[in-house]
């Protein structure tokens, strides 16, 4: 009967990701080399605009540029969709290894709406991304400090605020000529080449034009002759409502030896590994000095401590035993509140499952930054089917408390978590929807998402609940009084605020260099792909909250208190606390957002990520102190 309700329901959700494929695309696009001969269309699609000041993305077509005639969306994976890109064919097309000059793409008028979102969007410093051959547009940036070596920006700005011809106030201008300039590596046997560098020089020019034809547009600025366009003299071209604004674009070719598998390392180079393996030196201190204090505890005060208490014969000598072995009777006593606290473990389990599996297919090369939203999609879905892990690992704690309502504890585990995010990332939608930005998740990846969760997710958390309550019962190293013992009054410093409190510093501390690396890519709009550095953190991590719980958790049991298991949980957990306080002085040191929108979305977003990071070394804590105290009480001899 238990087989045939499994087959369902495992039928079930295979039966809704097949419905799911068909509704949207969940794939990780693979991405290959193409080989181009001389004369081959080449065509720009055109992303979002971008802004580090509001972190609202918007469509490119949201202000008045060129239109093709029909706009078609590229096949998003939902991971672009979650990130907000929107991806559009566009008027720019080339031809390989031709070069054109000063080619003019569309004529708009300025209406008064256009203009003030032309005014509003150069303001915020918003940024137009375009693509070609999967590699995003770039700007050489010029460094202040008089290094030589190139440096780049994603994207072109709309515009720039400035002075022109003797005026007191800034005008708004704006980038209407684009100077292309793509590199490409020729194969040197054929005559095919392939596209490794793609970069562009943005302009302001106030074209000039006697009488305008739609079907052979000319301009008298500029020619196909003319071969420097930015010369002195030139007039920009101001945001004015009910103006004309000719959009005109030049393109040049220019070999390199930078081969096809290398092209994007110029979008890799902005961070500095010195300052990664300083982190990692950083935190391996930690380490060690934590491994220090565990070898010390467990090579010394335990060793000896299990040797004494072994040799106690008469009943006289066991009667004034102290410590840790006091509590024998109540170690294992289940805690307040026990089937939350196994909804949690699940759920941590989860994520590290999820963690851990999306940083092993990022170090493989499964999720670099040409797979277009594919670490999301990787991480959405391998969520979903760590439910099966969380169902497990939640059941067998929960049986081993005493548990009877399973169901009920298993409908917690497939909901509390999820629900909770899902409920905070609806408002933040909201919020981004009533901006119309083109980060709000349509309602159909919305119900994508539903669907991912209670279509796959809950049924593989009930999979794993009932494989767990079929395994046997973990059964403790020492049997629990039937009264529980009364705990001492503790030292200031082992009360339970104070020490959980302590227990957070050292993992965050293990972490929080590369920290800043991780919010400079998210919210920075930089690329992060020294996944294996992460990885490295990651393993620092949890070495470190296992440490520091077991520590703790010793010195706890020594000063005669049996309460540990919420507290293992809350010591690794805590570290949590001063990532969402980093991520707040973040905030107002590196960031320049003013809009009380962006503000909330910042924060709304780091408290999910807080949250989750909470869970996750909670559970990490949680499992090093499980593991510790069981082994302790199974070496020492009990009457």
Known sequence: MGRRILGRIAAAAFGFLLLLSSVHSFYLPGVAPRDFLQGDDLAVKVNKLSSTKTQLPYDFYFLNYCKPKNIKNVAEN????????RIENSVYTFRMREEQSCTVACKVTLEEKDAKNFKEKIDDEYRANMILDNLPVAVIRQRRDGITSTTYEHGFRVGFIGNYAGSKEGKYFIHNHLSFRVMYHKDPETESARIVGFEVSPTS?????????????KVTTCSPNTKNLIQGGMAPQEVVAGKDVVFSYDVTFKESN?????????????????IHWFSIINSLMIVLF?????AMIMMRTLYRDIANYNQLETQDEAQEETGWKLVHGDVFRAPINSGLLCVYVGTGVQIFGMTLVTMIFAL??????SNRGGLMTAMVLLWVFMGLFAGYSSS???????????????????????????AFFFVLNALIWGEKSSGAVPFGTMFALVCLWFGISVPLVFVGSYLGFKKPVIEDPVKTNKIPRQVPEQAWYMTPIFSVLIGGILPFGAVFIELFFILTSIWLNQFYYIFGFLFIVFLILIVTSAEITVVLCYFQLCSEDYHWWWRAYLTAGSSALYLFLYSAFYFFTKLEITKLVSGILYFGYMLIASYAFFVLTGTIGFYACFWFVRKIYSSVKID
């Open 205 to 217: 020019i106030n074209h000039e034009f006697k009488e305008w034809d739609e079907n052979n547009p």
């Open 364 to 369: 493989l090369g499964f999720l670099s930054p």
């Open 78 to 85: 939902l991971g672009e969709v979650l990130r907000g890109d």
């Open 396 to 422: 067998r704690l929960y049986k081993m408390f005493k548990g009877t309502e399973w169901k009920r504890n298993t409908l917690k585990t497939a909901f509390m978590f999820p629900g909770i995010l899902f």
């Open 258 to 274: 930078i081969k096809w598998a290398s092209r994007w390392d110029t979008y890799l180079l902005m961070n500095d590994d010195q």
């Open 290 to 294: 934590l491994s220090g204090m565990v």
